[in-house]
């Protein structure tokens, strides 16, 4: 079993318990993708939030840049101080990326191929019940599913981009990536999703879903840290003033 197969096995016990409770495998897909989701906000928060504070931070890190530009030491050294003074840790958010990849990658690799991870018979049968419009979860949705799931990864990826919530991005790098990440990985996500199991594709599209209403949420944290941080200057300068 290869290090994805291992990552799946423990998704494919959960699922197999889950339909066993519900019935539906179509429902337990759905289910499934809300727990991990659920599990995982915490793990997007942090990350979402650390790179929206290093975000931030761009103007006064070149600013420090241009400056130490011959003086790498010092320029070192001034990024450190202004990392300890805004309170910005810029390793944070690799952790949570990395527990999530972990268990995304385990639960694709799961539906993708969930024959060769479930071991209960009623679970063989089950991957090849319908869903909705979808006669066979385990053969793949020619247009609606992809069409679905491509309209909510641009809509998401759409949103953490305004929001300066794309891992990477900086206030004047990266717009080519990003506008090819942002326009082109939905154009692949539909192409990917009219070749893989409906049920994969299921998950793809309820967890983009899902992460449009985390997106609107982590926007809200951030306007909400932003009037902190001003709220704080202001208070500090009256404070300096007043002496």
């Known amino acids: 079993m290869n290090f994805f197969g291992i990552l799946a096995q ?3 016990w959960l699922m197999t318990w889950l339909y066993s409770l519900i019935g539906s495998y179509g429902i337990t897909v759905v289910v499934i993708t809300i727990v991990v ?3 995982l906000y915490p793990f997007y928060k942090k990350q979402i939030l650390s790179t929206s504070g290093m975000t931030d931070l761009q103007p006064k890190m070149q600013a420090i840049q241009r400056k130490y530009a011959n003086d790498k030491e010092t320029m070192n050294e001034k990024v450190a101080e202004l990392y300890k003074e ?3 840790n810029p390793l944070a958010g690799c952790l949570p990326m990395v527990v ?3 268990i995304i990658m385990g639960l694709f690799t799961l539906l993708r191929y969930p024959l060769n991870y479930v071991h209960s018979e009623q679970m063989y049968i089950a991957v090849h019940e319908s869903f909705l419009w979808i006669n066979d979860l385990a053969q793949p949705d020619p247009w609606i599913l992809p069409i679905l799931s491509g309209v909510a990864t641009f809509i998401s990826f759409y949103m953490s981009s305004q929001n300066g919530g794309m891992p990477g991005q900086t206030a004047n790098s990266g717009n080519a990536m ?3 990440m942002k ?6 996500i539909i192409w990917l999703a009219k070749t893989y199991a409906a049920g994969l594709a299921t ?3 309820i967890s983009q879903f899902i992460q449009i209403f985390y997106n609107i949420r982590f926007n809200q944290l951030r306007k909400k840290m ?3 941080k001003m709220n704080k200057k202001k208070k500090k300068v009256r404070t300096v003033g007043g002496k």
């Open 10 to 12: 423990p998704l494919a």
């Open 178 to 180: 990003m506008n090819v």
């Open 100 to 102: 999530q990849m972990i």
């Open 226 to 228: 932003a009037e902190e």
């Open 37 to 39: 989701k659920g599990f």
């Open 203 to 205: 998950y793809w599209f």
């Open 86 to 88: 805004e309170g910005v």
């Open 183 to 188: 326009y082109g990985f939905p154009i692949m």
